[in-house]
């Protein structure tokens, strides 16, 4: 399978405790989004890159939210102290940028956390 | 920055009716109008696009419009079938550029009744 791969697929925590999530993006994106969306939401944004640089981050990402994608391919979603309002699905995305772009955002399958 | 507004947030049709979903936008800057089609349990996937110097396109039972003017963009599908239920999002953006994210709409859940 050649598309956008998250792990894990379901984490369950402890409110304060971390958590991270791991995002492969298709192979030739040079671009990498971080969506989080709630039950009857739509997918609200949270930061992107363009290879390795963070490009944008949502004024919603607060200090406890970390992203990294340090060589330009798989990128990390780091939620540190979480909090029951963290409960979400992380949706993580990836598209082409300049040659082969389109506009289209391929998503992963999502991670949902549950923090009780 | 960008703020998305859709309309309505559930809608229920009888098989073989239209259903039109319609969604307004905030930024003059934004040329880009995607949908996306998210199926229970399932990844948000785009189902059609369009930019904002285009009026309208078609695809098969789909058709999008956008009125620049307005700020605002439709979704129609016509002849609905079930395999059509799911959410459907709007989205828009600024293709092309570093500020390129997506905002989304908060969604239409469709229902088509058999």
């Known amino acids: 399978d050649t598309g956008v791969s998250q792990n894990p697929r379901h984490k369950i925590t402890k409110r304060g405790q971390n958590v991270t999530f791991r995002c492969d993006p298709i192979?030739?994106?040079?671009?990498l989004y971080w969506y989080r969306q709630t039950l009857g939401q739509g997918p609200e944004f949270l930061t992107y890159?363009?290879?390795?640089?963070?490009?944008?981050k949502s004024r919603l990402l607060s200090d406890r939210f970390s992203a990294e994608r340090p060589k330009g391919s798989f990128s990390t979603l780091e939620i540190q102290r979480t909090e029951q309002g963290d409960s979400a699905m992380y949706l993580c995305?990836?598209?082409?940028f300049g040659t082969g772009e389109t506009g289209e955002l391929f998503f992963g399958e999502g991670s949902r956390l549950t923090v009780l | 920055g960008e703020n998305v507004e859709q309309h309505p947030s559930t809608l229920s049709v009888q098989e073989g009716d239209s259903a039109v979903i319609k969604c307004t936008y905030s930024?003059?800057?934004?040329?880009?109008f995607p949908w996306y089609k998210q199926e229970l349990g399932k990844r948000p996937q785009l189902i059609i696009d369009?930019?904002?110097?285009?009026g309208e396109k078609k695809d098969q039972r789909i058709a999008v419009t956008v009125n620049k003017t307005a700020k605002h963009f439709s979704l129609h599908i016509t002849e609905t079938q079930p395999e059509d239920s799911a959410v459907y999002f709007c989205?828009?953006?600024?293709?092309?550029?570093?500020?390129?994210?997506?905002?989304f709409g908060r969604g239409t859940q469709l229902t088509v009744w058999p």
């Open positions: 995305a990836s598209s082409p």
């Open positions: 192979s030739e994106h040079n671009r």
């Open positions: 890159f363009q290879n390795e640089a963070q490009l944008e």
């Open positions: 930024d003059s800057a934004s040329n880009y």
């Open positions: 369009i930019r904002s110097n285009v």
């Open positions: 989205a828009a953006s600024r293709r092309g550029s570093t500020l390129g994210r997506l905002y």
